[in-house]
């Protein structure tokens, strides 16, 4: 079975500066990797996902992830915060073939201080 | 487009009792899922319909189930609550002919289930 495992349950970082999300992931097979985020009161958002080709890939609002599998990693990464991007940010996986859903990680709060 | 709908957003039951949770998806979208959040387990899969069928099964009692009937529209329903069911149930719409769950899956705003 598939596993994703977030390092950091909760990240402050000040406003315009760089903050990486980690992730890493465990599975025996192939998997597609999400990064998604969820605001207050609100459901969740895709921010990004990989399925193959190029390993480092962008999302909305400025972020972007990189698959490295020999890590089996998929850390998010932003080069500069804003206030806005306060939220709760969870990252998931799911196997290309058989049985499909989304297994999710604890979540890691960030929140950015002025 | 309007998004994914849930209802209702907020219900509060007593144990033993039973509870129906509706989600409505993105027009188009054939594939639901349900997923429960709570702070101690996170985030679950709990099941996935395509066609009025279910696809994908989480690991979660039988007291869970669920329906889609032919417009899409998606209903889970919990029987004989327990204290531990309280949580945020997140219902997710997929575009795709095939329905797969790595197609983007799109979430509505939640129905927050409180059990006394």
């Known amino acids: 079975a598939q596993s994703v495992t977030q390092l950091d349950s909760q990240v402050p970082v000040f406003e315009e500066a760089p903050v990486e999300l980690r992730c890493n992931y465990s599975?025996?097979?192939?998997?597609?990797l999400f990064w998604y985020v969820q605001y207050p009161n609100q459901g969740l958002q895709l921010l990004l996902k990989?399925?193959?080709?190029?390993?480092l890939v962008k999302g909305i609002n400025g972020f972007e992830a990189e698959f490295n599998k020999s890590q089996t990693s998929f850390h998010l990464r932003k080069p500069s915060v804003h206030i806005s991007d306060t939220a709760e940010y969870f990252c998931a996986v799911t196997l290309i073939q058989g049985a499909q859903k989304l297994v999710f990680g604890q979540g890691t709060r960030l929140t950015i201080n002025p | 487009k309007a998004g994914v709908t849930q209802t209702p957003r907020y219900l509060i039951k007593t144990r033993g009792q039973q509870v129906t949770l509706s989600c409505s998806p993105i027009?188009?979208?054939?594939?639901v899922s349900w997923y429960q959040q709570t702070p101690g387990q996170g985030l679950q899969f709990l099941f996935e319909?395509?066609?009025?069928?279910?696809?994908n099964k989480g690991n979660f009692p039988g007291r869970f189930s669920g329906r889609q009937f032919s417009n899409s529209r998606s209903e889970m329903n919990v029987s004989t609550l327990e204290l531990g069911d309280s949580a945020l149930y997140l219902c997710?719409?997929?575009?795709?002919?095939?329905?797969?769950?790595?197609?983007?899956?799109?979430f509505g705003p939640g129905t927050r289930l409180t059990v006394l």
């Open positions: 990989y399925l193959s080709g190029s390993t």
């Open positions: 027009s188009g979208h054939r594939s």
């Open positions: 319909y395509f066609s009025e069928t279910q696809r």
């Open positions: 599975s025996s097979v192939s998997v597609y």
């Open positions: 997710a719409s997929s575009s795709g002919t095939s329905g797969s769950l790595y197609n983007e899956q799109f």
